[in-house]
């Protein structure tokens, strides 16, 4: 199966721009459905945006407009450009892979495989 890396977080001002890199190895990349979450201090994971094998893109109300997931199947990578960020923006983002392309695409119990994730810090 796959294996996750993710890297590109950082400290950044409000409404700068970071753009999270998660390289896959081993495993057929093209066939898992990639998401990614975050996970502030003292708060549970939550969904951030996902894309699945056909391209069909989901994001959360939070970051809808501001983010962009894409992936380069060709690279084994997915990508997650983060624009106008916020300070509630910062936290702990995790790459994660959905072998069955599941339609509960929201929910992190649908993803087997994680990163050990990066962190993003948005400075007011």
């Known amino acids: 199966q796959v294996q996750l890396v993710e890297s590109g977080g950082g400290l950044v001002q409000a409404g700068g721009s970071l753009r999270l890199s998660c390289a896959a190895s081993r495993g057929t990349f093209s066939n898992y459905a990639m998401g990614w979450f975050r996970q502030a201090p003292g708060k549970e994971r939550e969904f951030v945006a996902t894309?699945?094998?056909?391209?069909?893109?989901k994001y959360a109300d939070s970051v809808r407009g501001r983010f962009t997931i894409s992936r380069d199947n060709a690279k084994n990578t997915v990508h997650l450009q983060m624009d106008s960020l916020k300070p509630e923006d910062t936290a702990l983002y995790y790459c994660?892979?959905?072998?069955?392309?599941?339609?509960?695409?929201?929910?992190?119990?649908?993803?087997?495989?994680w990163g050990q994730g990066t962190q993003v810090t948005v400075s007011s």
């Open positions: 894309i699945r094998r056909s391209g069909y893109t």
């Open positions: 994660a892979a959905d072998k069955w392309d599941s339609v509960y695409y929201t929910s992190q119990y649908q993803y087997n495989i």
